[in-house]
């Protein structure tokens, strides 16, 4: 139960094109109050160390933003559960590479994919995961931010598209690192959670719980979803506007275990859209908790 009233915490996958601060002042353009942003170009393998510069003009925009949680989003082509050698070196050094820029930035949490299997089995690749991560304790360590595995929609071979799943790596990693789970509306829908209603949620939170506990829940992606229940296709809609409808946004900024979890819309409109769903989110806020 929520014992005391927090502000809402609620934002978008914000641009950081020109310069990470800028992710922060768009951020604030659309009255955020948390973000999610790429510390460097997500297509390229070579990730550029953040300047000193870069980082005290980030600093000094977060001080007046209004931004109080920040959350980097790791790089596409980053796969800690890789069969093959070669990409899974290329993609642990990426991994600690961004932790790094993380840290300078003393970014709150880094959402990442878990992985895709490819050839290999989806246990061997699961096995991987957890490898890839007890090896970067010491790395990790050295900052604050918290590791948060994406729940994924589940398309091609990529793994974290059920609960289990994902309880498998968290159970073998939280003792050593400070790891969490990132809940995507969108993605848990498609993967077959059927959250669209709020008595789909309790059966939804009741799995969660079971199978990862949801004292590991720490964020949210919020989107709705062009393709239907179980279809394991990750295509983002505006929110109301897919398969999933407005009383799922209600019941997550409204419900005692989700409202005060940071979200993130990664909807594809952009910042006048997202201004609008924020006030929506916001309206629904502050309906106060459900029950
Ligand atoms: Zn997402
Ligand atoms: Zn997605």
Redesign the pocket.
Known sequence: METKETKVLAGAHTSAAGGVFNALLEGQSIAATTIQFFTSNQKQWAGRPLSDETVDAWKRAKDTSGIEVTMSHDSYLINLGCPDEENLFKSRKAFKEEIERCHALDVTYLNFHPGAALKESREACLDKIVESLLELEGVVAKGKTRLLLEMT?GQGSSVGCTFEEVGYIIDRVKDRLPVGVCI?T??IFVAGYDIRTPEGWETTLQSFDQAIGLSHLYAMHL?DSAKGLGSRV?R?SFLGQGMIGLPCFETVMRHPSLRHLPKYL?TPGGPPQWIEELKLLRSYYDKGPSR
């Open positions: 929609a995507d969108c993605h989107n990750d983002h990664e």
